[in-house]
């Protein structure tokens, strides 16, 4: 499976900004899917998740009411809606797909990555 991120630039503090995946392959409605992201000098950490169908997702606390994960399977492809952003928001953004169907925070469970996206919030 490959993935490819885009979407991502510079917004204003409070602005929004939607971020695409779009992945290869067929299997890819069979996919829990993740949106990660890494500010510079920290590790990469959990943005949200969303099952293969699209009923279940989840998100960190962080972005919880104001982030939203959405799936189409017909054209192989996951979104983040990004709303009330604020400066802390501003990393790498990076799509990653997890061959199970079991839900997961965890970066290292799951199997492929995108490429990553800048998202820059000013203040």
């Known amino acids: 499976v490959q993935l490819q991120a885009s979407g991502g630039g510079l917004v204003q503090a409070g602005g929004s900004l939607r971020l695409s995946c779009a992945a290869s392959g067929r299997t890819f409605s069979r996919y829990v899917m993740g949106w990660f992201r890494q500010a510079p000098g920290k590790e990469r950490e959990f943005v949200g998740c969303i099952s293969w169908s699209g009923g279940s997702r989840y998100y960190a606390d962080s972005v919880k009411g104001r982030f939203t994960i959405s799936r189409d399977n017909a054209k192989n492809s996951v979104y983040l809606e990004m709303n009330s952003m604020r400066p802390e928001d501003t990393a790498v953004y990076y799509c990653?797909?997890?061959?199970?169907?079991?839900?997961?925070?965890?970066?290292?469970?799951?199997?492929?990555w995108g490429q990553g996206t800048l998202v820059t919030v000013s203040s």
């Open positions: 990653a797909a997890r061959t199970s169907a079991i839900l997961s925070t965890n970066v290292r469970e799951y199997d492929y």
